[in-house]
């Protein structure tokens, strides 16, 4: 790859007898090329400085006269005039050189200096470089050789070949029992059963999240509610079952004093109407007897709060009853234990 390092150069050299201050207006341009940029020892390459110049300046090229140095010249530097043009001319330079040595070399050159009247330029050739390659065999690239292997291998028990695996696997059967174990605790566990009352709750406010009246299906949210209500029912009163029909449903919980049968035969005769009857039913209909539904099952709530208190409280009176008869008893033992008897007293005094 050919590299070509462009300069574009105005100098205002420092005051000494050599060099003064130039005239104004004057100007310098220098170009440089090395070609090829990498090359190997021995091989020849050439540099080119190409120099615009005012047409009346004159330019003194470097050479190198070490025929020993790493960069050396191979014949004389050959000068071409490439021409004038508005005052200005190119004139180029080209070096025939060889390197001798490896790696990035500099080429070793001196400054040019360009002459126009009594003002001198100098011209740094310094920064061209070439890259020159080893043309040395391979072998002696300074590369590490391998280690010599033993004469015999070494023998490795099976068991320290395979223990990682090993170690897997018993880690892979401990999860696997413990997640057996695990499953069995969990499937002999049985759940606890929720609170029909609570889960009831539970299903009305799902349903009232999902607003079924509000998206034109107020049918579908009475048949739920009244789903809901039939549930917990069935949870309350051991006689009621899901397969009912309305009717049949009244009759098994007609004798249950807890249930408001009016309401509960007027919801179940709108609902029906709707469910089998196809009657058209409106969202705010629809919302009242969910909400209808749902006061059912407060009202029977408190009910059964009620009986279990009263049956709490009968409970606790019984138990309180027992405990103070049980008292009264062992107070009269205790005292028929603490009078004296007659017939050991009397045969005592005949004696005396």
Same mark, same amino acid.
């Given at each position: 790859?050919?590299?070509?390092?462009?300069?574009?150069?105005?100098?205002?050299?420092?005051?000494?007898?050599?060099?003064?201050?130039?005239?104004?207006?004057?100007?310098?341009?220098?170009?440089?090329?090395?070609?090829?940029?990498?090359?190997?020892?021995?091989?020849?390459?050439?540099?080119?400085?190409?120099?615009?110049?005012?047409?009346?300046?004159?330019?003194?090229?470097?050479?190198?006269?070490?025929?020993?140095?790493?960069?050396?010249?191979?014949?004389?530097?050959?000068?071409?005039?490439?021409?004038?043009?508005?005052?200005?001319?190119?004139?180029?330079?080209?070096?025939?050189?060889?390197?001798?040595?490896?790696?990035?070399?500099?080429?070793?050159?001196?400054?040019?200096?360009?002459?126009?009247?009594?003002?001198?330029?100098?011209?740094?050739?310094?920064?061209?470089?070439?890259?020159?390659?080893?043309?040395?065999?391979?072998?002696?690239?300074?590369?590490?050789?391998?280690?010599?292997?033993?004469?015999?291998?070494?023998?490795?028990?099976?068991?320290?070949?395979?223990?990682?695996?090993?170690?897997?696997?018993?880690?892979?059967?401990?999860?696997?029992?413990?997640?057996?174990?695990?499953?069995?605790?969990?499937?002999?566990?049985?759940?606890?059963?929720?609170?029909?009352? /609570?889960? @009831? !709750?539970? *299903?009305?406010?799902?349903? =009232?999240? $999902?607003?079924?009246? +509000? %998206?034109? #299906?107020?049918? &579908?949210?009475?048949?739920?509610?009244?789903?809901?209500?039939?549930?917990?029912?069935?949870?309350?009163?051991?006689?009621?079952?899901?397969?009912?029909?309305?009717?049949?449903?009244?009759?098994?919980?007609?004798?249950?004093?807890?249930?408001?049968?009016?309401?509960?035969?007027?919801?179940?005769?709108?609902?029906?109407?709707?469910?089998?009857?196809?009657?058209?039913?409106?969202?705010?209909?629809?919302?009242?007897?969910?909400?209808?539904?749902?006061?059912?099952?407060?009202?029977?709530?408190?009910?059964?709060?009620?009986?279990?208190?009263?049956? /709490?409280? @009968? !409970?606790? *009176?019984?138990?309180?009853? =027992?405990? $103070?008869?049980?008292? +009264? %008893?062992? #107070?009269?033992? &205790?005292?028929?234990?603490?009078?004296?008897?007659?017939?050991?007293?009397?045969?005592?005094?005949?004696?005396?």
């Amino acid at each position: 790859m050919t590299r070509a390092i462009l300069a574009l150069i105005l100098w205002q050299p420092p005051a000494s007898p050599e060099a003064r201050t130039p005239a104004p207006g004057a100007r310098v341009q220098v170009a440089t090329l090395v070609r090829p940029d990498t090359v190997e020892v021995g091989d020849p390459f050439t540099f080119v400085v190409t120099v615009a110049v005012p047409a009346d300046a004159r330019v003194e090229w470097p050479t190198i006269r070490d025929s020993t140095a790493v960069v050396a010249m191979r014949g004389p530097v050959r000068i071409i005039d490439e021409g004038t043009t508005l005052g200005t001319r190119r004139e180029r330079a080209e070096y025939d050189l060889a390197a001798w040595d490896v790696g990035a070399l500099s080429l070793g050159l001196d400054e040019a200096t360009v002459r126009h009247g009594s003002t001198s330029v100098r011209v740094p050739l310094s920064e061209a470089k070439v890259v020159v390659r080893s043309v040395l065999p391979g072998d002696s690239t300074l590369h590490v050789p391998k280690p010599a292997r033993g004469l015999f291998p070494r023998v490795v028990p099976w068991w320290q070949q395979w223990w990682p695996a090993l170690l897997v696997l018993g880690a892979l059967a401990a999860m696997w029992w413990w997640w057996r174990r695990r499953r069995r605790t969990a499937a002999a566990t049985p759940p606890v059963p929720l609170d029909p009352y /609570l889960r @009831a !709750q539970h *299903a009305f406010a799902r349903l =009232e999240r $999902l607003a079924l009246a +509000d %998206a034109g #299906e107020a049918g &579908r949210a009475v048949a739920l509610a009244l789903d809901v209500l039939r549930r917990y029912l069935v949870a309350r009163v051991p006689a009621a079952q899901l397969s009912l029909t309305s009717d049949e449903l009244l009759a098994a919980v007609a004798d249950d004093d807890r249930i408001p049968h009016d309401r509960l035969r007027s919801l179940l005769v709108d609902a029906d109407s709707i469910k089998f009857a196809a009657r058209v039913v409106s969202a705010p209909r629809s919302r009242e007897m969910a909400a209808e539904a749902q006061a059912l099952v407060d009202a029977v709530e408190q009910s059964e709060q009620a009986r279990r208190a009263a049956e /709490l409280a @009968a !409970q606790q *009176a019984a138990l309180d009853a =027992e405990a $103070l008869a049980r008292r +009264d %008893a062992e #107070e009269s033992a &205790r005292k028929a234990s603490r009078r004296p008897s007659r017939d050991v007293r009397g045969p005592k005094a005949g004696a005396r």
